[in-house]
Nanobody, 115 residues
Framework: QVQLVESGGGLVQPGGSLRLSCAAS????????MTWYRQAPGKQRELVAT???????NYADSVKGRFTISRDNAQNTVYLQMNNLKTEDTAVYYC?????????WGQGTQVTVSS
């Protein structure tokens, strides 16, 4: 079955960096777009960044210039490099993929930005 496993979250000070990973299995990873979402306490889940099968990327305005999404098809993994983190980036971060009919989510990884 399809599995998405996120890792790399943690506690970081404002201005710091983290790199999240999402390892996929059970899919032909290279043909799927991959997306990172996040959900802060009391807020709706929001799209953070997406990368197409061809490597095209899109970002939420709130993270442009600070976050970079990338993928390694040989490792079936998508990454989210997060720099210059702000307290408002605190959230559970999820990766998502699918074929437009069925969608798959990981379990999430907590990112806390606090001094």
């Amino acid at each position: 079955q399809v599995q998405l496993v996120e890792s790399g979250g943690g506690l970081v000070q404002p201005g710091g960096s983290l790199r999240l990973s999402c390892a996929a299995s059970g899919i032909i990873f290279s043909i799927y777009a991959m997306t990172w979402y996040r959900q802060a306490p009391g807020k709706q889940r929001e799209l953070v960044a997406t990368i197409s099968s061809g490597g095209s990327t899109n970002y939420a305005d709130s993270v442009k210039g600070r976050f970079t999404i990338s993928r390694d098809n040989a490792q079936n993994t998508v990454y989210l490099q997060m720099n210059n983190l702000k307290t408002e980036d605190t959230a559970v971060y999820y990766c998502k993929t699918g074929n437009g009919v069925r969608w798959y989510w990981g379990q999430g990884t907590q990112v806390t930005v606090s001094s």
